[in-house]
């Protein structure tokens, strides 16, 4: 007979230890009562975010999880200082985010290196942007590009790069500014399964030699519950807090966990969360006329 699973708040003694210490760390980002609203083309309002409250402690990986169209981007771009919010705060160590900042480093779904600047090029041109001379920039982006493993790669131009390692060149320029916070916006949506494994794993590495708070969008539970320590649950229209979850999955990660009670409860809770089993709709039977000659079954 299966075993139930265990309740995913059902955390080990090292889990409960770890969320007591992360507990204790200062402060690093604090949204207080945020909503932001936007206008249609037609006048009409969409709220895309409702009574946000959140806070954030120094060094955790946040995993934001929702719907499509429930506010996640809207909420990184806030805390990027690309948008501003309607209503409410939101503070980056205690000081308001206004306008963006190389406090907050960004890496986006879509590539956005420039093809005409080598790797290092790429690297150097936010650290020179923040006013580093040429020399000090090319020896921080060299360290950079190092820490992602593309060292061999400094003289390569983007298109030179399969999609796994211009977002590693994303993170290293990114990082290269030295940002509190690291704002991923569903950076791993375009890769392959094979890369996109291998592109977690890099970031819980990277992460771990970094001293940077991370907010991870993604829709993938797997990703969200492999990589993060809390996720925030986002339900839509309006986007708001559903539930931010202490995962119970222990650290060091290893893809060995993915079939693990802990990691198997944390994902079915999450699931139910984002599409209830009474708003899960019945699979669709085609009309479609039989084609084939030959009384042959597929299945
Ligand atoms: N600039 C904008 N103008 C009007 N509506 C917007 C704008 N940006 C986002 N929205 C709306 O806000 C809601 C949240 O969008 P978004 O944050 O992109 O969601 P997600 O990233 O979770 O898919 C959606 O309904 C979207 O259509
Ligand atoms: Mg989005």
Not at 73 to 88: C, F, K, N, Q
Not at 210 to 239: K, M, Q, W
Request: aromatic share 6%; glycine share 6%; charged share 25%.
């Amino acid at each position: 007979m299966t075993q139930p699973l265990p309740s995913y708040q059902e955390k080990s003694a090292a889990v409960k230890e770890r969320f007591a210490e992360l507990y204790q760390r200062p402060l690093e980002l604090e949204l207080n009562g945020l909503s932001k609203t936007f206008t249609k083309p037609d006048g009409s309002p969409v709220q895309a975010l409702l009574d946000i409250d959140l806070k954030i402690h120094r060094r955790e990986l946040i995993a934001v999880l929702g719907a499509s169209g429930c506010g996640k981007s809207t909420l990184i771009r806030i805390i990027a200082g690309l948008e501003t919010p309607t209503t409410g705060e939101a503070l980056l160590q205690g000081e308001s985010i206004d306008g963006p900042c190389s406090q907050r480093g960004m890496v986006f779904q879509s590539y956005t290196l420039f093809p005409w600047l080598t790797v290092l090029r790429n690297v150097m041109f936010g650290l020179e942007a923040t006013g580093h001379s040429p020399v000090t920039a090319e020896s921080e982006a060299r360290q950079w590009i190092e820490l992602v493993g593309l060292k061999k790669f400094e003289n390569a131009y983007p298109d030179q790069l399969s999609g796994g390692m211009k977002q590693r060149v994303a993170i290293a320029r990114a990082l290269a500014n030295e940002p509190r916070v690291l704002l991923m916006d569903e950076p791993f949506g375009a890769l392959d399964a094979h890369t996109r494994a291998d592109m977690q794993s890099y970031l819980l590495q990277i992460w771990r030699n970094v001293d940077v708070t991370i907010l991870f969008v993604t829709h993938d539970l797997d990703e969200a519950i492999y990589l993060a320590d809390r996720i925030l649950v986002l339900s839509p229209n309006p986007g708001q807090v559903q539930e931010f979850i202490e995962n119970p999955v222990p650290r060091p990660r290893s893809p060995e966990q993915f079939s693990s009670p802990e990691f198997l409860a944390t994902k079915e809770h999450v699931e139910n969360l984002i599409h209830p089993p009474e708003a899960r709709s019945e699979p669709v039977n085609l009309p479609i006329l039989k084609l084939t000659q030959q009384d042959d079954r597929v299945e």
